[in-house]
Structure formats: structure tokens, C-alpha cells
């Protein structure tokens, strides 16, 4: 079952358009991942999925129905949050529990067990405004939770992150993904090949690419050797472009990953090669195709 789909969604700006016939399915219990570079319009179809922004054309259904007001149903947390710097945790989050039409007290009950859940239980009474990074998304985090959404939307939730705090939020998704079903977008394509079950690949307002990762990498995926060596081996990996078997090759001073039509000929070839036994290999691995590969794929040009 769907929690929520889109069918030909489109946004314009001024006549033109900024999403393109767009459709897409968030599958319930599903944790999906909304993946473009800036300017795809990912932050824009999250708006109209939230019910923040009207679409031009098209349709958005919720739990498979059209029409209606579905955002007391979603809990929402945007790209660049504000907080209240002189309230506490405990009293933004239950704040906007009220707001959501919980009584004061259920506002206050349920506010202080998600900031349990989300690392914050001894910093609850503690004003926002000294709040590191980290410790706002996840405030951020327990205030989109607050009245039980059937879908949380999470925009860039650890762009802005150091790697610490990135860790923090990611295993707090990890965990939420076990209770609700939840949609982010984020141009850190590591952190949604770690948590994502599905992905949608988004350029210039129109999905190029989606499925699990595992469907996409059957579908994108090219044969790789990744090498590393003792020595320097940029001479010896530009002297391989000239192979018919190289399709690619990113090359570092001690490590080189090639992409190759044939990969037994590609392993052959290079075993067999003399200078490739100087350079004192200490690596020699078949790979798949990251996200990463994916996505360079898919989006170039």
C-alpha cells in the first residue's frame, strides 16, 4: 500500500516549469530517498507532497485517496528549521504539540518521550539556542513526530552536518524507519545507499531513474576492478586508457577504479602485465557500482 503517490504532478514558476509531470510512489514502511543535484526540485515536489505548495497540475493521493487535507497526517521538517532560541527543548516540542491539538498535558508527556528517543533527554530543559547543530535536527526530528504521522519528509536532514552529527541523525532515521515510513532528499548519496530501501533520482524537474538500490544497480551497474598499489601507478593506468576493454577510469597516485566492458578480458590483461607486478599491487578487486556510480550515470549530461 502507498502512503502517498503523485500522478503528472507539475509546478511552474512564472510559466515555466519547475516539475515536470512527476510520479511517484512512497510505499508504506518504506524508507525513500529523493536524490538529485541542486536545483532538480526536490525541495519543491517535498512542498507539494507536505501540502505546503499547491501543484500547477496533477494529483496527490493520500493512503491511495484523492483530494482532502492530508498535513495533520505528515510530519514535516524543512532543509533550513528555525527554532525558538529562547524556549527549551521540552517546550518547543510540546508547544508544537498543542498546536497539533493535543492537550497540554498529552503535549508534554509525548514531547518528553521523544526527546528521549531522539538523544535528548538531558538536554530537554535547555534553550535551543545553544543547541549544537545535531542536536537541533534531532529536535527538529521529534517535533515532526509529535502527532504520530503516518509520513515524516525530512528535507536535507544532514546536509548542514558535521560528520558526527550526520552519524546521529542517520541512526535516529534508522530507527524511526522501524515505526513510520519516511521520505528525504539529500545530495549525500552515501547516506541514502546506508538507510534508503527505495530511490528516486531526480534532474531538472523530472524522475530520470527509481527502484531499490539493488534495481538500480542490476540496471546500471557496469563490471569495475579497484587497485591499489605500493607505487605510483598514474603512468601505468594512462597508458591503459587505449584499451578497448576501459570504459572509465578514475585514477589516484596509488589507486585507480576501472570500469570495463569485459571483465574477464580486463582481469587477464592485467595480471598478465609485467609493469603491473612492479608497481606492487596490494589490492585487486572486482566491485559493484555504488550509488555514487549510479547517479553520475544517470545525470550526466
Known amino acids: 500500500m502507498s502512503v502517498i503517490s503523485t500522478e503528472q504532478l507539475t509546478k511552474s514558476f512564472g510559466g515555466v516549469k519547475a516539475i ?14 529523493l536524490l538529485g543535484p541542486n536545483g532538480a526540485g526536490k525541495t519543491t515536489t517535498l512542498n507539494m507532497l507536505a ?4 501543484p500547477t497540475s496533477g494529483k496527490v493521493r493520500f493512503l491511495e ?12 521538517l524543512p532543509q533550513y528549521p528555525t527554532f525558538y532560541g529562547w524556549m527549551s527543548g521540552i517546550e518547543y516540542v510540546s508547544y508544537l504539540g498543542e498546536l497539533s491539538g493535543l492537550p497540554k498535558k498529552d503535549a508534554v508527556r509525548k514531547g518528553k518521550e521523544l526527546l528521549s528517543l531522539v ?12 543547541y549544537s547543530g545535531g542536536m537541533k535536527q534531532r529536535l527538529g ?3 515532526a513526530l ?11 536532514p544532514v546536509s548542514a552536518l558535521d560528520p558526527h552529527g550526520r552519524r546521529e541523525v542517520l541512526e535516529l532515521m534508522r530507527e524511526m524507519k522501524k515505526k513510520t515510513t519516511i521520505l528525504f532528499s539529500t545530495h549525500v548519496l552515501h547516506d ?20 531499490s538500490l539493488v534495481e538500480l544497480q542490476k540496471k546500471y551497474q557496469q563490471p569495475a576492478v579497484h587497485i591499489e598499489t605500493e607505487k605510483n601507478l598514474n603512468e601505468w593506468s594512462e597508458n591503459l ?22 571483465l574477464h578480458q580486463a582481469r587477464v590483461a592485467i595480471l598478465n602485465d609485467p609493469a603491473f607486478h612492479l608497481l606492487q599491487p596490494v589490492r585487486f578487486e572486482i566491485v559493484k557500482t555504488s550509488l555514487e556510480d549510479l547517479f553520475m550515470q544517470v545525470t550526466k549530461s
Open 20 to 33: 515536470k509531470e512527476l510520479d511517484i510512489i512512497i510505499r508504506e514502511g518504506a524508507c525513500t530517498a
Open 51 to 54: 501540502g505546503l505548495s499547491k
Open 65 to 76: 485517496k484523492d483530494g482532502g487535507d492530508h498535513r495533520g497526517h505528515i510530519g514535516y
Open 119 to 130: 538523544g535528548l533527554e538531558k538536554d530537554m530543559k535547555k534553550k535551543t539556542a545553544g
Open 141 to 143: 526530528i521529534a517535533q
Open 146 to 156: 509529535i502527532h504520530d504521522p503516518k509520513l515524516v519528509i525530512l528535507d536535507e
Open 192 to 211: 541514502a545507499e546506508e538507510i534508503s530501501d527505495d530511490i528516486y533520482i531526480m534532474k531538472e524537474g523530472k524522475v530520470i531513474a527509481e527502484g
Open 241 to 262: 586508457l587505449t584499451a578497448e576493454w576501459i570504459r572509465n577510469a578514475e585514477i589516484k597516485e596509488k589507486a585507480v577504479t576501472l570500469t570495463v566492458s569485459d
